[in-house]
C-alpha cells in the first residue's frame, strides 16, 4: 500500500481512538499509523521480550505485527475483541512462532570449531553491565503501592523484580521457605493488580477489556 | 497445563518466561499459543510488570521509525 496524503495534525490524532486510527491507518494514512504505533510500540516489544528474551528478535516481531496491520488493512473486524486486545494477541503468536523457529542450540563440537574459526577474537571479553535498580527509580505512586503491602511481600517484590533474583535465592534471603516466597510473590502481585486497577483504572482497559 | 494453573504461573513468576521453572515452560508457551484467555491474562501480567519495571518496557529508540520506513518501500 502506498501512503497518500492525509493532513492531520499529529495533536488531533493523538485524540484519536484506535479504532479509528486503525481505520485511517487502513486507508493508507501514515499519520495516523505512525500515532497508533508510537502507542502500541513499547506494550508488544515488552510482550515479545517476555516471551523471547532476545532484543533483537523481540524488535523483529514488533516490526512484523505494524508491517502486517499497514499491508493488510482489514484483519482486524470491529465488533470483534477490542482492537488492542487483537493487537496484543497477534503478536503473542508472533512471538511464539518465532521462539519455535529458534534454530537448535549449537552442539559442544560446533561451538569449539566456531571459537577456533574465530580465533582473533579469542580473549575479547565482554562484559554486560549490570544494571542495580532500587526503590528510587520507582514512581511514587507505586511506592506508595509497594510501601502498603504487608512487609515479607514488599520485601519478595523487590527481591524479585529489582535484584532479579531466582526463587531459592530470595527464600535464602528472607530466611524462607520457597513455597512461602512463591506465596508471597503471587500474593503481592495479586493485592498490586487490584490497586492499580482501581486507583488508576490501568492495565485491565488498557490491554484490552481482561 | 489448563488456564488456572497459567494464571497462577503468571502471579508467581510475572510474565517473563525465562523465570518460568523450566519444568512447566513448555507447557505454558503451548497453553499460550492455543488459547485466547491465556494470550489476554498473559498481556495483562506484562503490563503489570511493565508498571513496576517501566525501564524494562521500553522499546529500542528508532523502532518506529524502522517500522514507518519499511511501509514507505
Redesign the interface.
Known amino acids: ?1 502506498n ?1 497518500q496524503n492525509f493532513p492531520h495534525s499529529k495533536t488531533r490524532l493523538d485524540s484519536l481512538s484506535d479504532e479509528t486510527l486503525y481505520s485511517l491507518s487502513s486507508q493508507g494514512d ?1 499519520a495516523a ?2 500515532v497508533l ?2 502507542r502500541y ?7 515479545s ?3 523471547l ?1 532476545d ?1 533483537q528478535e523481540a ?1 523483529d516481531v ?2 512484523e505485527v ?2 502486517s496491520v ?2 493488510q488493512p482489514g484483519k482486524w473486524q470491529q465488533g470483534e ?1 477490542r482492537f488492542t ?1 487483537w493487537l ?2 497477534v503478536t ?2 508472533k512471538a ?1 512462532d518465532f ?1 519455535r523457529k529458534r534454530k537448535e542450540p549449537p552442539t559442544p563440537a560446533e561451538i569449539i570449531e566456531a571459537m577456533i574459526d574465530n580465533s582473533d577474537n579469542v580473549g575479547v571479553h565482554v562484559e554486560v553491565e549490570q544494571v542495580q ?1 532500587g526503590e528510587a ?1 520507582l ?1 511514587d505512586n ?1 511506592k506508595a503501592l ?1 510501601n502498603d503491602l504487608p512487609e515479607s511481600q514488599r520485601q519478595a ?1 523487590l527481591l ?3 535484584d532479579e533474583l ?1 526463587i531459592h535465592r530470595i527464600a535464602l534471603t528472607m530466611n524462607s521457605t520457597e513455597q512461602a516466597v ?1 506465596s508471597l ?2 500474593r503481592g ?2 493485592t ?2 487490584e490497586r ?1 486497577s482501581k486507583q488508576k483504572k ?3 482497559h ?3 477489556g ?1 | 497445563m489448563t488456564l488456572a494453573e497459567f494464571r ?1 504461573l503468571l ?9 518460568w521453572p523450566d519444568a512447566v515452560r513448555t507447557a505454558a ?1 503451548a497453553l ?2 492455543t488459547s ?1 484467555d491465556a ?6 501480567a ?15 529508540a528508532g ?2 521509525d ?3 520506513k ?3 518501500t
Open positions: 500500500m501512503g501514515q499509523f505512525r504505533t508510537e510500540v513499547n506494550k508488544l516489544w515488552h510482550v521480550m517476555n516471551i528474551a532484543a524488535e514488533v516490526q505494524f508491517i499497514w499491508k475483541a486486545t496484543h494477541r503473542i503468536n511464539i521462539r535498580f527509580e514512581s507505586l509497594i517484590l524479585f523484580y529489582f531466582k512463591r510473590l503471587k502481585r495479586q498490586l493488580r492499580i490501568i492495565c485491565v488498557d490491554i484490552g481482561i | 497462577e502471579d508467581t513468576y510475572g510474565a517473563q518466561s525465562d523465570r508457551l499460550l499459543q485466547d494470550k489476554d491474562a498473559f498481556a495483562q506484562s503490563a503489570l510488570d511493565a508498571v513496576i519495571r517501566p525501564d524494562s518496557a521500553k522499546a529500542p523502532l518506529v524502522a517500522i514507518i519499511r511501509t514507505q
